[in-house]
């Protein structure tokens, strides 16, 4: 069982920074691919980023390509998201999340990913 903890959430004038974490309890998380997702209210949940077990690629949504970096850091079982240029549009509950099994590919839906986090609430003020 994987549990994943985002913090890193909060109010921001449009124009700034936050840098998201997600910290997974499963001491082999670093044979998982992750992704990080949104959902804003009224709205589906949709893909933001993810990032291979290695770090070796990402991927992004277009609507934050150039904008958002995700990394990882496998030696504290911990995977990020840097968010620059922050628009009111990018408000919304962000959940960070964990394919199930080592291996598994990367999808840009969240059926691809059984492991989730509770969400950490990113508001941004025009």
């Known amino acids: 069982q994987v549990q994943l903890v985002e913090s890193g959430g909060g109010l921001v004038q449009a124009g700034g920074s936050l840098r998201l974490s997600c910290a997974a309890s499963?001491?082999?998380?670093?044979?998982?691919?992750m992704g990080w997702f949104r959902q804003a209210p009224g709205k589906e949940r949709e893909f933001v980023a993810a990032?291979?077990?290695?770090?070796?690629?990402?991927y992004y949504d277009d609507s934050v390509k150039g904008r958002f970096t995700i990394s990882r850091d496998n030696a504290k079982s911990t995977v990020y998201l840097q968010m620059t240029s922050l628009k009111p549009e990018d408000t919304a509950v962000y959940y960070c999340?964990?394919?199930?099994?080592?291996?598994?590919?990367?999808?840009?839906?969240?059926?691809?990913?059984?492991?989730w986090g509770q969400g950490t609430q990113v508001t941004v003020s025009s």
């Open positions: 499963e001491r082999t998380f670093s044979r998982y691919d």
């Open positions: 999340a964990s394919t199930r099994w080592p291996g598994d590919s990367i999808s840009y839906s969240p059926d691809g990913y059984h492991y």
């Open positions: 990032i291979t077990w290695s770090g070796g690629a990402t």
